[in-house]
C-alpha cells in the first residue's frame, strides 16, 4: 500500500512538473521581502548602506521524490548621486531530479526621482538564461506496466528532441513608489517573450506580472525614539501573473529592533496549490553606526487544500542577506533625506 501510494505521488508530482513546464510558470518566493531585485528591478539599489548582498533557496514539497529546488543571490550597489543602484543578479531551478535546470544571469540599473515626501523608483533588467533538459531521466509510457508501474532497465521509443540546452536573451522592468507610510510597486519580467522551446515549434515564455503594496502602522507613538527603535505592523499584499497562472499573497509582518515575524496567506490560483507561511527574520548588526549588518531568514509554507501536508512535509526557505557602507567612500549630497524609503518596509 506505501509503495503504492508513492507510485501515485510520483505520478502526481510528473504530471505537475509537465504542467508548469508547458505553462512555463516562475517561482516565487515566500520571502519576498528578502529578495527585493527578484521581486522587482527597481528595488535595485534602495537601502541605507553602499553594497548589499542576498542569497535565498527555497526547497519545495521536501518529502516527495525529485528536486524542486530554487536559488537566487544578487549584489547590488548604491548609488546616492542618482537615489539609484547598479546590480547583478543570479538565479537557478532545478526541477523533477535535475531533468530541467533553468540558470539566468542579468544586470540591472534602477533610478529615482523624488522629495522628501516621496521616492519614484524605476528599474531596467537584462541579462541571458540558459535551459536544459535530461532525457534520460524522463520517463514515457512505453516504459510504464499499467499493473507494476515503471519497467526497470527499460527503454523508450520516443524520438528525444535533437536539442537539450537553449539560450536567450531575457528582459525586464520595474517602477516602485514610497509615498510617507505606503509603498506599492509594479514589474513585468519576460517583456521581449523569449522563445524557450528546444524543437522547431515555438514556445514563448509568458510574461509575469507582479504587483506588491505595503503600508507600516507605527505601534510606537514617541517621536523621541529612533526608527530603528520603534514596532511596527506592516501588512502587505503580492499578486502574481504569468499566463493563465495567477496567485494572490496577504499578511502582515510584526517588525521590532532586530526582529521580524510575519504570517502570510497565498492562494494558488485556479487548480493550484495554496498555502499559509511563517517567517521568522533576525538581524544582527555588527556596526550599526557603520551600516553593517547580517540578516538570516527563515520561513516554512503548510498546504492548505488538496495536497496533504504528510505526503509533501511543504516547502522551506532560508535567506542570508549582508549590508554595509564602504568606509572609504565618499557619499556625497543624499537624495531624498527624510523621505521613507522601501526597505523601511522590510
Excluded at 529615482?112 to 541571458?128: C, I, M, P, T
Excluded at 519497467?151 to 537539450?164: K, L
Aim: a neutral charge.
Amino acid at each position: 500500500m506505501k509503495e503504492k501510494l508513492k507510485f501515485r505521488l510520483l505520478i502526481i508530482f510528473a504530471l505537475q512538473l509537465i504542467a508548469g513546464a508547458v505553462f512555463a510558470q516562475d517561482h516565487m518566493y515566500s520571502q519576498f521581502f528578502n529578495s527585493p531585485v527578484y521581486l522587482n528591478p527597481a528595488l535595485n539599489g534602495q537601502f541605507d548602506g553602499d553594497l548589499r548582498m542576498n542569497l535565498i533557496y527555497r526547497n519545495q514539497y521536501t518529502s516527495i521524490p525529485g528536486n524542486l529546488t530554487y536559488l537566487t543571490a544578487s549584489i547590488d550597489y548604491n548609488v546616492p548621486q542618482f537615489g539609484g543602484g547598479l546590480g547583478l543578479l543570479f538565479t537557478r531551478s532545478s526541477e523533477g531530479s535535475a531533468y530541467l535546470n533553468k540558470n539566468n544571469i542579468a544586470g540591472i540599473y534602477s533610478y529615482s526621482v523624488g522629495s522628501q515626501d516621496y521616492v519614484l523608483s524605476f528599474g531596467l533588467q537584462a541579462g541571458v538564461t540558459n535551459r536544459s533538459v535530461d532525457y534520460s531521466k524522463l520517463v514515457f509510457g512505453d516504459q510504464i506496466d499499467p499493473s507494476t508501474g515503471f519497467i526497470p532497465g527499460s527503454t523508450t521509443g520516443a524520438d528525444n528532441p535533437q536539442f537539450n540546452n537553449k539560450f536567450f536573451f531575457d528582459a525586464g522592468a520595474g517602477v516602485n513608489l514610497t509615498l510617507k507610510n505606503f509603498n506599492i510597486g509594479g514589474a513585468a519580467q519576460h517583456i521581449n517573450r523569449p522563445n524557450q522551446s528546444f524543437t522547431g515549434t515555438p514556445s514563448k515564455l509568458p510574461i509575469r506580472s507582479t504587483l506588491h503594496a505595503s503600508y507600516r502602522y507605527n505601534l510606537t507613538q514617541d517621536d523621541n525614539l529612533d526608527d530603528e527603535d520603534k514596532s511596527y505592523i506592516i501588512p502587505s499584499v503580492i499578486f502574481y501573473k504569468q499566463g493563465n497562472m495567477q496567485s494572490l499573497n496577504a499578511g502582515m509582518q510584526y517588525k521590532r529592533k532586530s526582529i521580524n515575524v510575519g504570517a502570510w496567506y497565498r492562494t494558488g490560483g485556479a487548480g493550484g496549490p495554496s498555502a499559509v507561511v511563517i517567517s521568522l527574520i533576525f538581524d544582527l548588526f555588527i556596526n550599526r553606526d557603520g551600516g553593517e549588518k547580517l540578516r538570516f531568514g527563515v520561513s516554512h509554507d503548510v498546504p492548505a487544500g488538496g495536497i496533504n501536508y504528510g505526503n509533501t512535509s511543504g516547502t522551506t526557505e532560508g535567506s542570508i542577506g549582508y549590508e554595509t557602507t564602504l568606509p572609504s567612500r565618499d557619499r556625497g549630497e543624499q537624495k531624498f533625506y527624510g523621505a521613507s524609503r522601501c526597505y523601511h518596509f522590510y
